[in-house]
Every structure is written in C-alpha cells, then in structure tokens.
C-alpha cells in the first residue's frame, strides 16, 4: 500500500477530557497513523493530500443501522414502531432476495462513505449479501445475523449464524461480528439464552434492541415475567452488550446498567420519527454509561448522514433539561467517534486520531464560500461540526489508509448503477 500524507489540515483530537482542533500534518505507512505533527516532509512515492481549509476528523461510527434498508427510505410517515414494522416493513421484507440485500446495501455504503462514516454496526438477514458489499466497498462494518423467535423456533437461526461466522475471511480485520437477539420482546428465555451462549463461546458482543418504544415494557413482562432490564442482566451479565435505543430508562435500569459491561446506541431522529420519545442521554453520560450514535436504517432515521444525527442529538437534550446542564457539541463528537468505537470493542483500532490506530479518517470542508455560508463567520470550529455541518461537506473518506472517496468522487464501483437497481428494487416490493 502506497504512503500517505495528509497535509495543512486541522486536525480534530481528543486531549484528556477536551476537543482541540490542531494545525497538523498526518503520515499513514500501511494502513496505520505513523506521524502526526507540523511539516512533515514529503517524499516522491507518497500519495499527497491538501487539507488546507480542511477539518481532518477520526471518521464518524454509526453503532446502530440495519443496512439494507435504504429502499425502505421514508415510510414512516404516519406510523407508530409496530404499526411500521408489522405494517410497512416486514410484508415489503417477505419480498427480498438475496440480489436486493445486496444491492441496497451497497447504496448505504455509499451513502455512509459520501456523509464521512466508516465504521456501521447492522443487524439485518441475508448477512452474507451485506458482508460481501462491505468487502466490495472496502467499508469497516460489524455484521451479524438477526436471531429470534418469529416463526416459533430460534434453532434454524443459531445455525445459519454458525454457518455464517464459520465462512468469514479471518484474514479481513475490517468485517467484525455481534450475536443480535432482536429484542426481549420477540425472543423467548430460551432463544435469550442460546444467544448468550453463542456470544460466550465465540467471544462476540451481543447487539440487542432495547426499550425502544413504551410498548415494550408491558411486553417484556408478559414474555418473561419480569422486567426489561432484569431479564438483560440475567441472560447477558458479563457480555459486552450494545443496546440499541435505551429510551425508556428508569433510575433503576440505570442503577443496574452500570454493573454491565454495556453501552447505548443513541437513535435519535429514528426514536422522533417513530413517537419513541427522547433517550436522557445527558443524565446517562453523568452517570458513567458509554453513549454513542447510530441512525437506524432509513425506514425510520431517513438516512445515515451522522452529523444530522449528531446536531439533533445535541439539540433535542435541550427539550428534557430546562434551564439545566446538558451535553454539549464536544460530548456529541466524542459520541460519535471515541465512544462509538468503545461501544463496538474497536477502541484500539478507530475513534480517534492517535499513533498507532488505523487511519480512519474524514476531510471536512471548511472553505469561506457559499456552499458553507450557513457556517460562517467560523467562529467556533468545534460547534459548526455538529450545528451547521452536513454528510455533504465531507470532501474525503479514508478508511485503514485506502481513500474510497475523493473531492466528492467515489473510487469505488458504479454510483449510478447502484442507484438505478435500487429505483427498480423498491418499485417493485412496494406493490
């Protein structure tokens, strides 16, 4: 792999509990961060990128998302979350084959490297289809393979995950892997404790929806009679756990929730568009539990452009603390990044810009034109990220030292032949 040296750019970093933004150089050898520091000199054989008027940021990890649904984009309207899944959703499902998971797929590939993710974490079937996109877009994804009771037996499932985690490229460190147990809700004790076992035995996290909708604590009670986080405890104690969503959290959820090795993945424009009310990430973060951000899939978050999800994380805690302390730009970047890759056990790899780590990085444009006039006068760096940032401005994305878009130009595949096949696709289910 050819060097790279990212050059005149500000470089976001963490420093203890702050976030600078530095004029710095950055050399990439082999897929990993080598140097960091001011004119860093250049070689013949070095591909060379000018981030002047550039903000270079730890590439954005988006820890929820169900990764073929682009072609359900915007069919939520109207819909409460079981009347979209058991409505909308699951009949279009039926539909699929392995073709379109495929095909949609690589639209959201797309679309996450165009608005600078480069890590997802999905739960979705068809896994193979979405695995092998990811491996064709060169994306860092965790893939499992949705384990539930629905069609009353869970076994079936147990083994296509086996079969699917046994076929995976040991030598890819870019496709990583969860046990996902849909929900408490449509999984019995026993498909709840299958899948701790195979987390356990395979050493894999857990990724579980988890109090998303007011629903689902009634539910959760009539399933396995007791509560929500009782039945999580008792099934997943000791297993690094991603729980998607965490809206409806009692003191005494958290309380309990601390003991865990676990962590949220905060949805916040898929919880407003559902009616799931608002997750307190703020008092999470003050209690100590890890938050990061995920979109959803696009069926219900509309898309997987992290920094809207970022500005509407921040601004909605304003909705639940009046006139209080609540998190800040700052805290939502980290979110992002450095507690994203914590929440996905890829700390020592991504999330932040450090010697060592993959480089995993984003170009934000920052120049003083009319496309950024929403951000200018550029008065403080860090708040324009998250308030007046979009996907769109990213210029560049970099993932483990291979540049798969530049200048806004894709360098992998066909855009528009994706596009074209996703237009049929969706035309299609939806009769």
């Known amino acids: 792999m050819q060097d790279l040296l990212i050059k005149n750019g500000k470089v976001l970093r963490f420093k203890e509990s702050d976030v600078v933004i530095e004029k710095k150089d950055i050399l990439v050898k ?32 988006n820890t929820h998302a169900h990764i073929p649904m682009s072609i359900f984009r915007e069919t939520t ?43 997802i974490n999905d739960q979705y079937f068809m896994s193979e289809e979405i695995r092998k996109a990811a491996e064709d877009c060169k994306v860092r994804a965790v893939i499992t393979r949705p384990i539930m009771d629905a069609d009353g037996s869970f076994e079936q499932r147990i083994k296509e995950f086996r079969e699917f ?30 899948t701790a076992d195979l987390a356990r035995e395979y050493h894999l996290p ?33 297993i690094h756990t991603i729980l998607a969503h965490g809206v409806h959290l009692d003191d005494e959820d958290i309380k309990i929730l601390k003991t865990m090795d676990c962590g949220i993945a905060h949805n916040p424009i898929s919880n407003l568009r559902l009616g799931c009310t608002i997750a307190d990430t703020t008092k999470y973060l003050q209690e100590g539990i890890n938050v990061a951000i995920g979109t959803d899939g696009q069926g219900s978050g509309s898309n ?6 970022m500005r509407v994380a921040c601004l909605i805690q304003g909705g639940i ?52 006039i929403t951000m200018l006068p550029n008065l403080n760096e860090i708040a324009n990220l998250v308030y007046n940032t979009s996907g769109r401005n990213v210029q560049t994305t970099i993932v483990k030292g291979e ?24 035309e299609r289910i939806a009769k």
């Open 77 to 119: 309207e109207g819909c409460k979350l079981y009347e979209w899944l058991n409505e909308k959703i699951w009949p279009r499902e039926d539909k699929l084959t392995k073709e379109d998971v495929y095909w949609a797929s690589m639209l959201s590939y797309y679309e996450m490297i165009s608005t600078g993710t480069t890590t």
């Open 165 to 194: 985690y046994e076929s995976r490229d040991r030598t890819n460190d870019l496709i990583t892997y969860s046990v996902a147990p849909h929900s408490l809700y449509t999984c019995s004790d026993e498909c709840l404790q299958a």
């Open 304 to 309: 997987l452009d992290m920094f809207e999800a």
């Open 403 to 426: 540049v798969l878009m530049e200048n806004r130009q894709m360098k992998i595949g066909n855009v528009q032949e994706v596009i074209e096949k996703c237009k049929e696709i969706a």
């Open 321 to 372: 603390h009046e006139n209080e302390g609540r998190i800040t730009a700052k805290d939502v970047l980290r979110m992002a990044t450095i507690n994203g890759a914590k929440l996905l056990g890829l700390e020592d790899k991504v999330g932040s810009i450090e010697i060592g780590k993959d480089a995993d990085l984003i170009l934000v444009n920052v120049e003083e034109n009319l496309d950024n």
């Open 30 to 61: 082999e897929g990993k961060i080598v140097q960091i520091q001011e004119n860093i000199e250049e070689k013949r054989d070095m591909k060379v990128i000018d981030a002047t008027k550039r903000i270079v940021m730890p590439g954005l990890i």
């Open 206 to 238: 857990i990724h579980v929806h988890f109090l998303e909708s007011i629903d689902e604590i009634q539910d959760i009670q009539k399933q396995h009679g007791k509560k929500a986080i009782e039945v999580l405890k008792e099934y997943f104690e000791g």
